[in-house]
């Protein structure tokens, strides 16, 4: 800021003379009072640097310091982080495990002892069992602020929040409320064995999840919770769903236009945000050409919406935003003609890459073999009496189900259908595909609350997976308010082979950076991918703190361009999940070398690049002049109730009512002055 006002006070000291025309007057007396300001300004500022920040003192220790050359090792340095960040990533799989392993042992124990609780409602249970993050009076008592979690929780309780559609006194909801409160000392043992822990819960298919810590629910801009329903979040379906290649298939005819259609969109958007990366996705816009009352032609086609015109794309966060902002620019026009939109999904589930493990087709459609009147099949003609229209459009289902049975004949897996009809009564086409094709038919009302209205979608992909197998997932916005994070998720089965939920456990991605960054120097820096190669973190992206949305992973080779060819080797190795170093000679003339590992608790690889002038590192260290002072709690009140301040900095005991509290943050109205080891200088926070 000051020098902004230098410079304001220079340019105007340098063109007051062509302010003031040259008539005789004395302008000396203004030149004189510009130059004073100037060095007013300028003694205050020097005055500030040495009473306010001791700058004597501190270039006077950078003139005195001991400078030392360390020769860097870049393997050295990649072994010691792939060993502190596997310990990181080990710790996190091993709370996830013994939530999984209570969790099981605790629906087994509770339904040999009795089938279910005697309560009613839910009320009812009390608060050891049930404190709820949606019911003020439920909350837990004592909520403080954390800013490990950037909230009010609470270390001695869990809560839980309920899905808005689910029924609360429903017997499955009070069932898994009770069940899952055993949960509890599981939650806090972890805490206990890893500090660093972030959100650990449990989500049910009841549409319910028990978090720990406890927290208050965020509300709306009314002041209103706002929903949650675990089952449609990435750590659920991840766990639960399985890899499976989906094809939407919507009637885009201009008899879908208006409620109907919106209803569409809504389905096939509801099945997007389902999707993993796991996953193969595409979807098709049926409709065809027709003429109007008139005789106008009217040109409308059946088309492919992904960027892919031929072939699945892989359920990418790309890939599924793209295909949500295609779908909501779709407007209903054109006839009923399904038979081209059935032909192409089935080329497209035939097609390679996909997935082979699921093949499922998801019809929205109201069911109506017309368009109206305004459709018409043909030109029309002239007469004497004047034109006449072509005849009114009506579509024969019958061929629709034999190219469909032909269809499924040629792939394998084959093809479940999900028919949803809109509104209509119109059930005999959609109803007939889905039961000839091992699906299910459900008839839609309004848009709301899709995830429960098509629970027949989601309960049959739960079913059908039955995997135990955990995974780590994508990296996702955290819905609780932490950022970016990736969730160690576990699919849980009782005895009897039931999905009784999905434990998780997370860790957020500023926390992986900081693993990576704290160990750089110089010039060097860092990234790390996933076995796609997709690139998680890069200095030339935006930081992981200051997104607002799940974010779009870019190739890692669009962002170490320089030398494509012999990049693409380490790209290659990495996805292989390869340990190696390579050197790289750049079109700049300066040469990288890159250093990378795998780790092996998790899918990622990360590298370290060095150039030439990094691999010697001049490091200062503190004059041997300089005398000794009192210890500086500065840098341990940057990391706020980080468990080495509670350790390093005394307890203070204040007056009654607060015996015995730490106070690591005193209030506004004193002072904790940390000396620096600086004589005279002193920092007030």
């Known amino acids: 800021m000051w020098s902004v006002v230098a410079l304001v006070i220079l340019i105007v000291q340098s063109s007051v003379g062509h302010i003031f025309p040259d008539d005789g007057r004395d302008i000396g007396t203004l030149e004189g009072d510009v130059q004073n300001w100037a060095m007013l300004i300028q003694n205050y500022i020097l005055q500030l640097a040495s009473d306010g920040i001791n700058r004597h003192y501190s270039q006077s220790y950078l003139d005195q310091a001991n400078y030392t050359f360390e020769q860097k090792n870049g393997s050295e340095i990649v072994s010691l982080v792939k060993k502190d960040l596997g310990e990181f990533f080990r710790k996190k799989k091993r709370a996830a495990m013994s939530l999984a392993t209570k969790v099981q042992e605790i629906y087994d124990s509770y339904f040999s002892r009795n089938t279910s609780t005697k309560v009613e409602k839910l009320t009812e249970l009390n608060k050891t069992m049930y404190r709820d993050s949606d019911i003020f009076e439920k909350l837990p008592d004592d909520l403080q602020f954390i800013p490990y979690f950037k909230q009010q929780v609470s270390w001695n309780y869990s809560t839980i929040k309920i899905a808005d559609e689910v029924p609360r006194d429903d017997q499955v909801t009070i069932d898994t409320v009770v069940l899952s409160a055993e949960l509890e000392e599981a939650f806090k043992e972890n805490k206990r064995k890893d500090p660093l822990l972030r959100w650990q819960y449990f989500g049910s298919p009841a549409g319910l999840v028990r978090i720990y810590p406890g927290r208050e629910w965020s509300t709306n801009f009314a002041g209103f919770y706002n929903d949650y329903d675990p089952r449609v979040r990435p750590w659920y379906i991840a766990a639960t769903s399985g890899p499976k290649d989906v094809v939407i298939i919507l009637d885009c005819s201009l008899s879908m236009d208006g409620e109907k259609f919106n209803i569409a969109k809504g389905v096939a958007k509801t099945v997007i945000n389902t999707l993993?990366?796991?996953?193969?996705?595409?979807?098709?816009?049926?409709?065809a050409s027709h003429w109007n009352s008139v005789g106008k032609l009217r040109h409308y086609g059946t088309t492919v919406l992904s960027c892919q015109q031929e072939k699945m794309v892989q359920a990418t966060i790309a890939h599924r935003k793209d295909l949500k902002e295609k779908i909501q620019k779709l407007k209903a026009g054109g006839t009923s003609e399904l038979r081209r939109g059935f032909e192409m999904a089935y080329d497209l589930l035939n097609s390679k890459p996909r997935t082979g493990c699921q093949s499922i087709i998801v019809f929205a459609t109201d069911g109506l073999d017309t368009d109206g009147e305004?459709?018409?099949?043909?030109?029309?003609?002239?007469t004497r009496s004047g034109y006449v229209p072509g005849p009114v459009c009506r579509y024969n289902w019958t061929k629709v189900w034999s190219t469909i049975d032909k269809k499924d004949k040629e792939i394998a897996p084959q093809a479940r259908i999900f028919s949803y009809l809109i509104k209509e009564d119109a059930e005999v086409f959609p109803g007939k595909l889905a039961c000839t094709h091992r699906g299910s038919f459900v008839k839609l009302s309004t848009g709301e609350n899709l995830i429960f209205q098509?629970?027949?979608?989601f309960d049959f992909l739960s079913s059908i997976a039955k995997s135990t197998e955990p995974l780590w997932t994508s990296p996702y916005i955290d819905a609780w308010g932490l950022g970016i994070m990736v969730t160690y998720a576990i699919p849980v089965l009782s005895k009897d082979g039931k999905t009784i939920g999905v434990v998780g456990v997370d860790a957020t991605l500023d926390q992986i950076?900081?693993?990576?960054?704290?160990?750089?120097?110089?010039?060097?820096?860092?990234?790390?991918?996933?076995?796609?190669?997709?690139?998680?973190?890069?200095?030339?992206?935006?930081?992981?703190?200051n997104l607002l949305e799940d974010p779009i992973f870019i190739p890692i080779s669009q962002l170490e361009n320089q030398q494509p060819k012999e990049f693409s080797i380490i790209e290659i190795e990495?996805?292989?999940?390869?340990?190696?170093?390579?050197?790289?000679?750049?079109?700049?003339?300066?040469?990288?070398?890159y250093f990378y590992a795998a780790l092996n608790e998790s899918e990622y690889s990360f590298a370290y690049v060095l150039q030439d002038t990094d691999k010697e590192f001049r490091r200062?260290?503190?004059?041997?002049?300089?005398?000794p002072n009192t210890k500086s709690y500065y840098n341990l009140l940057k990391e706020y109730q980080s468990p080495v301040v509670r350790k390093k900095i005394p307890t203070r005991r204040q007056g009654t009512g607060h015996q015995g509290k730490r106070d690591f943050i005193p209030r506004t109205d004193r002072q904790l002055?940390?000396?620096?080891?600086?004589p005279g200088a002193k920092v007030t926070l």
């Open 276 to 287: 993993t990366k796991q996953d193969y996705v595409n979807v098709i816009c049926a409709r």
């Open 374 to 382: 305004s459709i018409r099949c043909g030109p029309g003609y002239y």
């Open 454 to 457: 098509m629970r027949n979608y």
């Open 513 to 545: 950076e900081n693993f990576l960054t704290k160990h750089q120097w110089g010039n060097v820096y860092s990234f790390l991918i996933n076995t796609e190669g997709e690139t998680i973190f890069h200095p030339k992206l935006k930081p992981s703190t």
């Open 574 to 593: 990495m996805k292989e999940r390869k340990n190696n170093h390579k050197f790289i000679e750049g079109k700049d003339g300066k040469s990288k070398s």
């Open 620 to 627: 200062s260290q503190e004059p041997t002049t300089r005398p």
């Open 673 to 678: 002055r940390a000396f620096y080891n600086l």
